[in-house]
């Protein structure tokens, strides 16, 4: 079996369909479609498939990689060490939701990245965008509008509600391993 086609089927054993749209997600939404992202993300393997997945995606375009704490935490740790077992650099960074109140107060920890690094955004799940968006929002806040380069958004599902559209209005692109059509309804 391909990675892909285990990585699909270890997702949708982490699928919740209900009858009636009776899910709250992070958005606000609420939905009867959930995807249980942190069943896989910390699983070995499936942390492994995915960070596979993501590297051979991002690779040679990507000088960092990161996210919007929580569902982009574990990811973003996988794919450094596919990047490590390759002798690639990479840096990693997680974007709090909100600034420190002791240390240094940041938002962004990670570190440093340089003018024109070109930073690979990570998340389980894109429903509006807005986890992508937020960290990107981090991102300029800390370095400045136009430090980095975007080198895109990754998430394992897409819940086709409007990330894609919303991201490309900020000139964002994302790439997703699954869609949610990609799930019917049992």
């Known amino acids: ?3 892909r086609a285990e990585l699909y089927g ?10 009636t749209p009776d899910i709250k997600l992070s958005s606000g939404k609420m939905s009867d479609f959930y995807f249980d992202g942190r069943r896989i993300t910390l699983d070995a ?3 492994e498939l995915i960070s596979t997945l993501f590297w ?3 690779s040679g375009t990507a000088d960092a990689v990161g996210g919007l704490t929580m569902g982009a ?7 450094l060490t596919m990047a490590a077992r390759e002798g690639r650099p990479l840096k990693g960074f997680i974007c709090r939701k909100a600034a420190k109140e002791h240390g240094m107060g940041k938002v962004v920890e990670g570190p440093e990245l340089p003018r024109g690094a070109r930073v690979a955004l990570v998340d389980d799940v894109a429903t509006t965008g807005s986890s992508f968006i937020k960290a990107f929002e981090a991102l300029e806040a800390q370095y400045g509008a136009g430090y980095l380069a975007q080198a895109g958004c990754y ?3 897409d819940r086709e509600e409007g ?3 919303a991201l490309a209005e900020r000139g964002l692109v994302l790439c997703s391993l699954f ?4 799930f019917p309804a049992a």
């Open 45 to 47: 393997r499936g942390l």
């Open 179 to 182: 869609l949610k059509s990609d």
């Open 56 to 58: 051979r995606q991002m």
């Open 73 to 79: 935490d574990p990811i973003t740790g996988g794919v």
């Open 1 to 3: 079996m391909d990675e």
């Open 10 to 19: 270890m997702v949708a054993g982490c699928v919740i369909r209900h009858r």
């Open 155 to 157: 998430a394992v599902v």
């Open 163 to 165: 990330a894609v559209e």
